[in-house]
């Protein structure tokens, strides 16, 4: 298994994105908040999975003097550049890379992280060592956002034949699209991260346009062993 797939997929998608202003509030107030959350006493963000950088770029406006991006996509890399250098933003960076760039990072060395549509969409491995490498990397009691897809629940989740395609492993499927898709329920992730992470609120947020909500988790990190 690899992500050939994810990378042509959002290669696709920033290809054909324009750059974005991120002066004004985002149109969604949970992400306003969550954001707003996390850049209250950050001086410094990683944001994994960082797609075409929106996140941050608006956490520069929210306050956070530096970051760092990494992605997968080369297409969501040359966007995101593009987004900073459209906001006059040279504090922050974002880089190509997959999970392994984490490893790149000294100890507790960001004030808060950034895991937006990204753990339920890479290998059930990979996001283990992801969550590893978070924990690691930002400073103790640092701020961590997560955000995911809605979980879903009580059905033959392969009965949607539009979306999914196979069940790779338990809860682990393939979209149609190429895409991975690990269905998380709540529970599953609260008890991934309990021994790294403590929960300090939780919340959904609702998309208009296509009827969806996803999940928000903004966490603080424990103590290293
Ligand atoms: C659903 S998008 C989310 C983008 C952004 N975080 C947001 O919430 O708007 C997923 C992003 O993760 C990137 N991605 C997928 N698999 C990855 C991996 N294994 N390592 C790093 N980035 C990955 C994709 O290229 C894409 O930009």
Redesign the pocket.
């Known amino acids: 298994m690899n992500?050939d797939d994810?990378?042509k997929f959002?290669n696709n998608v920033?290809s054909n994105e324009n750059t974005k202003k991120l002066d004004k509030p985002l149109p969604y107030p949970e992400l306003e908040k969550a954001l707003n959350w996390l850049a209250k006493g950050s001086d410094s963000v990683l944001?994994?999975?960082?797609?075409d950088g929106?996140?941050l770029a608006r956490s520069y406006y929210l306050g956070i003097e530096n970051g760092l991006g990494?992605?997968?996509?080369q297409e969501?890399v040359q966007k995101g550049m593009a987004n900073l250098e459209e906001n006059n933003i040279d504090s922050y960076i974002i880089e190509k890379?997959?999970?392994l760039k984490l490893n790149e990072i000294q100890d507790n060395f960001f004030d808060s992280a950034?895991l937006?549509?990204?753990l339920d969409?890479?290998l059930p491995e990979?996001g283990m060592f992801i969550l590893e490498e978070i924990h690691r990397i930002v400073k103790p009691d640092g701020k961590i956002l997560i955000?995911l897809n809605d979980y879903i629940e009580g059905e033959d989740v392969l009965s949607n034949k539009e979306i999914f395609k196979e069940e790779l492993q338990k809860n682990f499927y393939l979209e149609t699209s190429g895409l991975y898709f690990h269905n998380l329920s709540d529970s599953n992730l609260e008890e991934i991260i309990k021994s790294q992470f403590r929960v300090e609120d939780k919340f959904f947020i609702y998309f208009k346009n296509t009827n969806k909500k996803n999940r928000i988790w903004l966490l603080r990190n424990k103590l290293l062993p």
């Open positions: 992500y994810t990378i959002w920033f944001d994994y999975g960082c797609g929106v996140f990494i992605d997968i996509s969501a890379g997959n999970h950034i937006s549509n990204i969409n890479v990979d955000k």
